[in-house]
């Protein structure tokens, strides 16, 4: 066997694996490390805060917890969000997060180390990323062996798709439920492989864990049955599948519904029915199992298969009337949303409102995953080869999160994983192949095939001197099992002829090919870090901009604005704002809101959009009934920042339509020609709109008499700007980003408030004449 | 707390039984139109200062005193009595005397058939005034004194006048009114009497024609207005004279029929004092709410919660100077709101507990951010407006019912499972192990 350079052969087996099992202890605390601190830009940028929105929420839910304890925080009625509603907000959250916060801080203090829950909440993604790092590794162990798993485990520790949602500061249910996830179906594929209970048991338990942490866990709720019943229609029912299955199924669900959020959801709605349907059909197919293994007669048999599938028809029919007569709840909208991109504009604009929400961009595959995206098809592929029971999972988790990550941005999170596997599987492969010192043996007699070989399968260790005959077979077993790259050469290869030696020659092939793959890692890493660095630190909380000589610029009116509410306004001033705003009023200013970033009453959405799309007399009664003090609004047309409102203003048009069809029209807001300006020729319903009076109220003012630009629309506000009847301008901040109005009481007199500032203004009143209440007699 | 307050309050009243009468304070500006002379208006001046009240006179056109100083009002109650004034000092404007408004400054003003800054502001308070030039003219009952000079019947019972009294001589403009519910007509005109700008009748033809062409409504009739309250939001008061002479001595010492003082003096003394807050003043002295059962607030109560809300007023008491328990009102609601009332219930008062206007009601099975509104605004009367506050919750996690008889099968099911499986395990473990083995070479065939 001729071998392409030498391996050092006076090592003692023992000798390697314990080396190489340090060397991937060493490697996984380096991965850890690099995926910790790549998440760090965000801190050392800018400073250690929480990102967003609903990290906000999160983090006042966890200061909650952390002051007043578990049953407190269960039991927590927020009343001062969705005012005057209210919030349970023990019922409609998902508490996993803010338990795992409570819990590590309880514990630092129980040692005596008095950490700030601040920084626990800021710093608990990157924890958990390098959790997540670790449990890909074991993942992918699973599918090949460890080197995989340790480049799976670099990928997912610095692929920008999940650093995305997993920087410091960015203390969402993500943060954790990625590391859940990943470690999940790590639990399921051992128990799966191993048909044992205690894994079952496990995957349930981390299920129940990710239950409680995201509402993602859907996913897993039709990953592991939709992996289940792949399995049974290819005839790979065993008792394992049987053991893991039934275990998961009953202790998760069980357990998932301990949460309150969660609740009868299981039993009740359509997205958990699949869950139980394969539970149905695998107690089914089991007992047909078991019928089978008794009874000799294939007649029998096969009757025994027909009535399988008649039970199943029933199962699917029962399923459907259920449905129809309403004891399960029907697909919700956001559902539909899947499958079909255009349903949520149509009839849920609350939804379509959310630019996370979005079909995926195509740039967007590339600058999340870099070189991952393209090398993860070869990665799909070579699971084929093998197919085994857990090559199947990978690849149904691959095409399924392929076509959500297609239809939604944020799932491109759940693609991540999948893609870092897959990607390291095909890249370990082609290392293996690569690196493998063995040559392929030439027919015509060579002085190094005379030479006595030293098979070294794979990378790992070097296995003992065997004889070439054996070689043979060892390279014949590799070329099936770990060379797959070679052997997807071969199959690709046009002559198929068996005699032509197939494999990788001399040395400079091997170091061309490896330093290329090198090269790969080496920019991946400097993709990652760049992307990281540049688009994925922001805490838009605070805005960085640059300044003419290169230095960083600062812009804070965000948390101007909110400690100008928290310190010049009552404790229980109402602040009427869009949702976006609602948890970083709560969590910063500390006032009640309307609406925030929970979206659960459209209604009450839609109000607000009413009130802010109709003109202010219209506006004012909605203003009043809401005991409305506070207005606030982002506008960026001063400095340009494009996410303000009048850029969101036609969804709050179209979500109050919804409601309010009669009242508000899409179509008004828009010019004659379908333009949508805020100039001049503004339509009048958009210059008579709050939202527009209160964003340019008194701009054109800070132009001194020259043109006043917009610089967000490029278009050219007029230059007696709106004026405001029903409204007091309260603050603006530096930037002009935040405006905040106070809302007037009414007037002491009973006029209605623009009389009362006309008469205030000194304008002359039209005079009336005395109300007719019958006619004169003549 | 409280009854600390009833049993100082006594004393506090006798050592200020000198003082003034008004619930909001004494000292009174009066803006005199130079051609008013003093004199003219001793009568009521005298009797205002008989009750305490300091007088401060000043022309209309003098700088001093302010009114409004470093934007708070120096005087509890100012009188305009010039109808004639066209124009007034930099700091009488009508913007301003809005303004005293709600500072609680109560404003006596009076009107004349003449187009002042007045006659404009009086439109603010949704009174119509007639074109300028044309005073209440009315040929009834027939009498020597000019048409423009009429005894207007003072209604017998009425919730500011005193009963009983006799006509009060009136001359000056008649007020149509618009609906602003915040009016308070004190005194109509008679049914016979209109507007017009002539002294005789000869034009009267001519303008009822005129109101008809124009579609103008006619200023006529008992549904004009005379003299006109205005209760502000702010509580203080407003009120509008048609003309200035009906506070004067002349009318006052005017006698109405023979040997009939008219009834001008004590008309006047009820209008001052329903104007400077003396009488019809209420207000809310505390609002308590707790649990049936407990006595201390809840800041937060549970949905279906039965919880009693208690509300304490008092009434203003000018002959004292003392405010008094006051359980005269059988009218008052109480509203549980959350954008709308979900509970709406009347608030009566307590017999034998004077003030006290209690409820006790089920918190609707709903939570949210409630408010227990009580809204009392009847004319003429102090506006009572109280927002409380409170959140209604869900149950707390250990607060539902237990042990219902409806999940008795579900127990049952869980403690039979339960004893199934500890039956199967002994069995199973028990019991004989051949059948495993001859189950494993089941499976390996």
Same mark, same amino acid.
């Given at each position: 066997?001729?071998?392409?350079?030498?391996?050092?052969?006076?090592?003692?087996?023992?000798?390697?694996?314990?080396?190489?099992?340090?060397?991937?202890?060493?490697?996984?605390?380096?991965?850890?490390?690099?995926?910790?601190?790549?998440?760090?830009?965000?801190?050392?940028?800018?400073?250690?805060?929480?990102?967003?929105?609903?990290?906000?929420?999160?983090?006042?839910?966890?200061?909650?917890?952390?002051?007043?304890?578990?049953?407190?925080?269960?039991?927590?009625?927020?009343?001062?969000?969705?005012?005057?509603?209210?919030?349970?907000?023990?019922?409609?959250?998902?508490?996993?997060?803010?338990?795992?916060?409570?819990?590590?801080?309880?514990?630092?203090?129980?040692?005596?180390?008095?950490?700030?829950?601040?920084?626990?909440?800021?710093?608990?993604?990157?924890?958990?990323?390098?959790?997540?790092?670790?449990?890909?590794?074991?993942?992918?162990?699973?599918?090949?062996?460890?080197?995989?798993?340790?480049?799976?485990?670099?990928?997912?520790?610095?692929?920008?798709?999940?650093?995305?949602?997993?920087?410091?500061?960015?203390?969402?249910?993500?943060?954790?439920?990625?590391?859940?996830?990943?470690?999940?179906?790590?639990?399921?594929?051992?128990?799966?492989?191993?048909?044992?209970?205690?894994?079952?048991?496990?995957?349930?338990?981390?299920?129940?864990?990710?239950?409680?942490?995201?509402?993602?866990?859907?996913?897993?709720?039709?990953?592991?049955?939709?992996?289940?019943?792949?399995?049974?229609?290819?005839?790979?029912?065993?008792?394992?599948?049987?053991?893991?299955?039934?275990?998961?199924?009953?202790?998760?669900?069980?357990?998932?519904?301990?949460?309150?959020?969660?609740?009868?959801?299981?039993?009740?709605?359509?997205?958990?029915?699949?869950?139980?349907?394969?539970?149905?059909?695998?107690?089914?197919?089991?007992?047909?199992?078991?019928?089978?293994?008794?009874?000799?007669?294939?007649?029998?048999?096969?009757?025994?298969?027909?009535?399988?599938?008649?039970?199943?028809?029933?199962?699917?029919?029962?399923?459907?009337?259920?449905?129809?007569?309403?004891?399960?709840?029907?697909?919700?909208?956001?559902?539909?949303?899947?499958?079909?991109?255009?349903?949520?504009?149509?009839?849920?604009?609350?939804?379509?409102?959310?630019?996370?929400?979005?079909?995926?961009?195509?740039?967007?595959?590339?600058?999340?995953?870099?070189?991952?995206?393209?090398?993860?098809?070869?990665?799909?592929?070579?699971?084929?080869?093998?197919?085994?029971?857990?090559?199947?999972?990978?690849?149904?988790?691959?095409?399924?999160?392929?076509?959500?990550?297609?239809?939604?941005?944020?799932?491109?999170?759940?693609?991540?994983?999948?893609?870092?596997?897959?990607?390291?599987?095909?890249?370990?492969?082609?290392?293996?192949?690569?690196?493998?010192?063995?040559?392929?043996?030439?027919?015509?007699?060579?002085?190094?095939?005379?030479?006595?070989?030293?098979?070294?399968?794979?990378?790992?260790?070097?296995?003992?001197?065997?004889?070439?005959?054996?070689?043979?077979?060892?390279?014949?077993?590799?070329?099936?099992?770990?060379?797959?790259?070679?052997?997807?050469?071969?199959?690709?290869?046009?002559?198929?002829?068996?005699?032509?030696?197939?494999?990788?020659?001399?040395?400079?092939?091997?170091?061309?090919?490896?330093?290329?793959?090198?090269?790969?890692?080496?920019?991946?890493?400097?993709?990652?870090?760049?992307?990281?660095?540049?688009?994925?630190?922001?805490?838009?909380?605070?805005?960085?901009?640059?300044?003419?000589?290169?230095?960083?610029?600062?812009?804070?009116?965000?948390?101007?604005?909110?400690?100008?509410?928290?310190?010049?306004?009552?404790?229980?001033?109402?602040?009427?704002?869009?949702?976006?705003?609602?948890?970083?009023?709560?969590?910063?200013?500390?006032?009640?809101?309307?609406?925030?970033?929970?979206?659960?009453?459209?209604?009450?959405?839609?109000?607000?959009?009413?009130?802010?799309?109709?003109?202010?007399?219209?506006?004012?009664?909605?203003?009043?009934?809401?005991?409305?003090?506070?207005?606030?609004?982002?506008?960026?047309?001063?400095?340009?920042?494009?996410?303000?409102?009048?850029?969101?203003?036609?969804?709050?048009?179209?979500?109050?339509?919804?409601?309010?069809?009669?009242?508000?029209?899409?179509?008004?807001?828009?010019?004659?020609?379908?333009?949508?300006?805020?100039?001049?020729?503004?339509?009048?319903?958009?210059?008579?709109?709050?939202?527009?009076?209160?964003?340019?109220?008194?701009?054109?003012?800070?132009?001194?008499?020259?043109?006043?630009?917009?610089?967000?629309?490029?278009?050219?506000?007029?230059?007696?700007?709106?004026?405001?009847?029903?409204?007091?301008?309260?603050?603006?901040?530096?930037?002009?980003?935040?405006?905040?109005?106070?809302?007037?009481?009414?007037?002491?007199?009973?006029?209605?408030?623009?009389?009362?500032?006309?008469?205030?203004?000194?304008?002359?009143?039209?005079?009336?004449?005395?109300?007719?209440?019958?006619?004169?007699?003549? | 707390?409280?009854?600390?307050?009833?049993?100082?309050?006594?004393?506090?009243?006798?050592?200020?039984?000198?003082?003034?009468?008004?619930?909001?304070?004494?000292?009174?500006?009066?803006?005199?139109?130079?051609?008013?002379?003093?004199?003219?208006? *001793?009568? &009521?001046?005298?009797? =205002?200062?008989?009750? /305490?009240?300091? !007088?401060?006179?000043?022309? $209309? %056109?003098?700088? +001093? @005193?302010?009114?409004?100083?470093?934007?708070?009002?120096?005087?509890?109650?100012?009188?305009?009595?010039?109808?004639?004034?066209?124009?007034?000092?930099?700091?009488?404007?009508?913007?301003?005397?809005?303004?005293?408004?709600?500072?609680?400054?109560?404003?006596?003003?009076?009107?004349?058939?003449?187009?002042?800054?007045?006659?404009?502001?009086? *439109?603010? &308070?949704?009174?119509? =005034?007639?074109?300028? /030039?044309?005073? !209440?003219?009315?040929?009834? $009952? %027939?009498?020597? +004194? @000019?048409?423009?000079?009429?005894?207007?019947?003072?209604?017998?019972?009425?919730?500011?006048?005193?009963?009983?009294?006799?006509?009060?001589?009136?001359?000056?403009?008649?007020?149509?009114?618009?609906?602003?519910?915040?009016?308070?007509?004190?005194?109509?005109?008679?049914?016979?009497?209109?507007?017009?700008?002539?002294?005789?009748?000869?034009?009267?033809?001519?303008?009822?024609?005129?109101?008809?062409?124009?579609?103008?409504?006619?200023?006529?009739?008992?549904?004009?207005?005379?003299?006109?309250?205005?209760?502000?939001?702010?509580?203080?008061?407003?009120?509008?004279?048609?003309?200035?002479?009906?506070?004067?001595?002349?009318?006052?010492?005017?006698?109405?029929?023979?040997?009939?003082?008219?009834?001008?003096?004590?008309?006047?003394?009820?209008?001052?004092?329903?104007?400077?807050?003396?009488?019809?003043?209420?207000?809310?002295?505390?609002?308590?709410?707790?649990?049936?059962?407990?006595?201390?607030?809840?800041?937060?109560?549970?949905?279906?919660?039965?919880?009693?809300?208690?509300?304490?007023?008092?009434?203003?008491?000018?002959?004292?100077?003392?405010?008094?328990?006051?359980?005269?009102?059988?009218?008052?609601?109480?509203?549980?709101?959350?954008?709308?009332?979900?509970?709406?219930?009347?608030?009566?008062?307590?017999?034998?507990?004077?003030?006290?206007?209690?409820?006790?009601?089920?918190?609707?099975?709903?939570?949210?951010?409630?408010?227990?509104?009580?809204?009392?605004?009847?004319?003429?009367?102090?506006?009572?407006?109280?927002?409380?506050?409170?959140?209604?919750?869900?149950?707390?996690?250990?607060?539902?019912?237990?042990?219902?008889?409806?999940?008795?099968?579900?127990?049952?099911?869980?403690?039979?499972?339960?004893?199934?499986?500890?039956?199967?395990?002994?069995?199973?473990?028990?019991?004989?192990?051949?059948?495993?083995?001859?189950?494993?070479?089941?499976?390996?065939?």
């Amino acid at each position: 066997m001729p071998l392409a350079y030498t391996l050092p052969s006076n090592l003692s087996p023992a000798t390697v694996a314990n080396t190489s099992s340090l060397l991937r202890i060493v490697a996984l605390a380096l991965i850890s490390g690099a995926a910790i601190a790549s998440r760090l830009f965000a801190v050392v940028n800018f400073e250690s805060i929480i990102h967003e929105f609903d990290p906000w929420f999160n983090y006042r839910a966890t200061k909650v917890l952390a002051e007043k304890g578990f049953y407190e925080f269960w039991n927590w009625f927020d009343h001062t969000a969705w005012y005057p509603l209210g919030r349970v907000v023990g019922g409609t959250i998902y508490p996993g997060l803010m338990a795992t916060s409570g819990v590590i801080y309880n514990v630092l203090h129980a040692l005596h180390l008095p950490v700030d829950i601040r920084n626990i909440c800021v710093l608990l993604a990157p924890g958990f990323s390098a959790l997540t790092a670790w449990s890909t590794y074991m993942f992918t162990k699973e599918m090949k062996d460890e080197s995989a798993g340790l480049l799976a485990a670099v990928f997912i520790g610095i692929a920008p798709g999940y650093i995305s949602r997993s920087v410091a500061g960015s203390y969402d249910n993500e943060a954790i439920a990625i590391f859940l996830l990943m470690y999940t179906f790590y639990c399921w594929i051992k128990a799966l492989k191993t048909g044992s209970v205690l894994y079952g048991t496990l995957t349930a338990l981390f299920y129940f864990y990710m239950v409680a942490a995201w509402g993602g866990y859907a996913f897993i709720t039709n990953m592991i049955p939709l992996h289940a019943l792949t399995l049974i229609l290819m005839g790979r029912f065993s008792s394992r599948l049987y053991t893991a299955y039934s275990s998961w199924y009953a202790i998760g669900t069980l357990a998932s519904m301990q949460v309150p959020f969660v609740g009868f959801q299981p039993v009740r709605t359509s997205e958990h029915m699949a869950a139980l349907g394969v539970f149905g059909l695998l107690q089914i197919v089991a007992f047909a199992e078991l019928v089978r293994a008794h009874v000799s007669s294939k007649q029998f048999q096969s009757i025994l298969f027909g009535s399988v599938i008649v039970i199943g028809l029933l199962g699917v029919f029962a399923f459907a009337g259920l449905t129809y007569k309403g004891w399960i709840a029907p697909w919700t909208g956001r559902f539909y949303s899947l499958w079909d991109t255009g349903y949520a504009k149509k009839y849920i604009p609350i939804i379509a409102s959310v630019s996370e929400h979005q079909p995926t961009a195509w740039p967007s595959f590339f600058m999340d995953l870099q070189f991952l995206i393209f090398i993860f098809p070869a990665g799909v592929v070579l699971c084929f080869r093998e197919l085994r029971d857990e090559h199947v999972f990978v690849i149904i988790y691959a095409v399924v999160a392929s076509y959500f990550a297609g239809v939604m941005v944020r799932l491109m999170l759940t693609l991540t994983p999948v893609v870092c596997v897959a990607a390291a599987i095909a890249f370990s492969s082609l290392l293996d192949t690569y690196i493998d010192p063995v040559e392929p043996e030439v027919p015509v007699a060579s002085t190094e095939a005379e030479t006595p070989a030293r098979d070294s399968p794979a990378n790992v260790a070097p296995g003992s001197a065997t004889t070439s005959k054996k070689a043979k077979k060892a390279a014949a077993a590799d070329a099936s099992s770990s060379g797959l790259a070679s052997g997807v050469l071969a199959a690709l290869s046009p002559s198929g002829k068996s005699a032509k030696p197939r494999g990788i020659f001399g040395l400079d092939s091997r170091a061309l090919v490896i330093a290329n793959a090198l090269g790969m890692l080496l920019f991946f890493v400097l993709h990652c870090t760049y992307v990281t660095s540049t688009a994925y630190s922001s805490p838009s909380v605070v805005l960085a901009s640059q300044n003419p000589d290169g230095s960083q610029h600062i812009i804070d009116d965000f948390r101007e604005a909110y400690y100008w509410l928290r310190q010049n306004t009552p404790q229980d001033a109402v602040v009427m704002s869009w949702w976006d705003y609602g948890y970083q009023i709560a969590g910063m200013a500390d006032r009640p809101t309307l609406v925030d970033n929970n979206t659960w009453n459209n209604t009450h959405i839609a109000t607000v959009g009413k009130a802010m799309s109709s003109p202010e007399e219209v506006a004012y009664p909605i203003l009043r009934k809401h005991d409305v003090d506070y207005v606030l609004i982002i506008f960026g047309g001063l400095i340009g920042y494009s996410g303000d409102d009048i850029n969101k203003f036609l969804w709050m048009v179209r979500i109050a339509q919804g409601v309010w069809p009669e009242e508000i029209q899409e179509p008004n807001y828009f010019t004659a020609k379908g333009e949508y300006r805020v100039d001049d020729q503004a339509a009048p319903a958009m210059k008579n709109s709050l939202m527009y009076k209160m964003s340019y109220y008194r701009f054109a003012e800070l132009y001194g008499g020259n043109q006043a630009v917009d610089r967000v629309r490029g278009q050219q506000v007029p230059k007696t700007g709106p004026t405001l009847d029903y409204l007091d301008e309260a603050f603006t901040s530096e930037n002009w980003i935040v405006r905040i109005y106070q809302v007037k009481k009414e007037d002491p007199l009973g006029r209605d408030l623009k009389t009362a500032n006309s008469f205030d203004q000194g304008k002359k009143r039209k005079k009336s004449k005395p109300l007719s209440r019958r006619k004169a007699v003549v | 707390m409280r009854f600390l307050r009833q049993l100082l309050l006594p004393v506090l009243a006798l050592a200020s039984l000198a003082l003034a009468r008004s619930s909001t304070g004494d000292s009174v500006l009066i803006l005199l139109d130079p051609s008013l002379k003093k004199e003219d208006f *001793s009568v &009521f001046f005298g009797d =205002l200062e008989k009750k /305490g009240y300091q !007088l401060t006179f000043r022309s $209309p %056109k003098d700088a +001093t @005193p302010e009114i409004i100083k470093d934007d708070v009002a120096q005087f509890a109650h100012v009188v305009v009595f010039a109808p004639n004034t066209k124009s007034f000092a930099a700091d009488v404007t009508p913007q301003s005397l809005v303004s005293l408004l709600s500072k609680n400054t109560n404003l006596l003003l009076a009107l004349s058939p003449k187009q002042t800054p007045l006659s404009s502001l009086a *439109s603010e &308070f949704s009174l119509i =005034l007639p074109p300028p /030039g044309t005073p !209440l003219v009315s040929h009834f $009952p %027939k009498r020597d +004194t @000019p048409p423009t000079v009429i005894p207007v019947d003072v209604p017998a019972t009425h919730d500011i006048i005193s009963p009983n009294l006799p006509p009060v001589w009136f001359s000056g403009v008649p007020q149509a009114l618009g609906n602003n519910p915040m009016l308070v007509p004190i005194l109509k005109a008679p049914p016979q009497a209109f507007a017009s700008d002539a002294d005789s009748d000869k034009g009267a033809d001519a303008l009822v024609e005129a109101a008809e062409k124009s579609g103008e409504g006619l200023w006529a009739g008992s549904s004009l207005s005379l003299v006109t309250g205005f209760q502000a939001l702010s509580n203080a008061r407003a009120t509008w004279l048609g003309g200035v002479e009906l506070f004067s001595d002349d009318f006052i010492n005017k006698e109405i029929s023979k040997g009939v003082k008219s009834g001008n003096r004590q008309f006047a003394s009820d209008v001052a004092a329903w104007t400077f807050q003396e009488s019809h003043v209420l207000r809310i002295d505390s609002v308590e709410h707790h649990r049936v059962n407990e006595t201390l607030p809840r800041e937060t109560y549970t949905i279906n919660d039965r919880v009693t809300y208690t509300t304490y007023i008092s009434k203003y008491n000018p002959e004292l100077d003392l405010w008094e328990p006051y359980s005269g009102i059988k009218d008052m609601q109480l509203e549980f709101t959350m954008l709308d009332p979900h509970i709406r219930t009347s608030l009566p008062p307590i017999a034998g507990e004077p003030g006290k206007y209690s409820v006790t009601f089920r918190v609707p099975d709903r939570h949210g951010v409630f408010k227990f509104v009580n809204d009392y605004k009847r004319k003429g009367w102090t506006y009572l407006t109280s927002s409380t506050v409170v959140p209604v919750v869900p149950p707390r996690h250990d607060e539902y019912p237990r042990f219902l008889s409806a999940a008795w099968p579900y127990y049952a099911g869980a403690f039979s499972t339960s004893a199934a499986f500890v039956l199967f395990v002994t069995l199973w473990l028990a019991g004989d192990d051949r059948e495993p083995k001859k189950s494993k070479g089941a499976k390996a065939e």
